[in-house]
Nanobody, 121 residues
Framework: VQLQASGGGLVQAGGSLRLSCAASGSISSINDVGWHRQAPGKQRELVARLTRGGSSNYADSVKGRFTISRDNAKNTVYLQMNSLSPEDTAVYYC????????????????WGQGTLVTVSS
């Protein structure tokens, strides 16, 4: 199972971006999904997570500004980011817990390659 993240770029403070993350491979199901970010010189942190059942949680720093969503039919997860500030500048990574098709289904967690978000002041 592979994840392909896209949608990053350069945006001015106060602007918006929408990140996408598409899963491909021999997927039986995608369960919990999430977005993380890593700013220069900092540790990777959880931004938002969404269960298959629709429950979500967010980092305090993005609550009210970011929204995680998913399209189960397309095996795609999104992160809508509004009111961006320079502090949101980071490489954003998607991750997904999956069940892989097979005679014996295999569970795992996949990570996307990261997409850079740069917010200018």
């Amino acid at each position: 199972v592979q994840l392909q993240a896209s949608g990053g770029g350069l945006v001015q403070a106060g602007g918006s971006l929408r990140l996408s993350c598409a899963a491909s491979g021999s997927i039986s199901s995608i369960n919990d999904v999430g977005w993380h970010r890593q700013a220069p010189g900092k540790q990777r942190e959880l931004v938002a997570r969404l269960t298959r059942g629709g429950s979500s949680n967010y980092a305090d720093s993005v609550k009210g500004r970011f929204t995680i969503s998913r399209d189960n039919a397309k095996n795609t997860v999104y992160l809508q980011m509004n009111s961006l500030s320079p502090e949101d500048t980071a490489v954003y990574y998607c991750e997904a817990d999956y069940l892989e098709m097979g005679e014996v289904p295999v569970a795992g967690r996949a990570w996307g390659q990261g997409t850079l978000v740069t917010v200018s002041s």
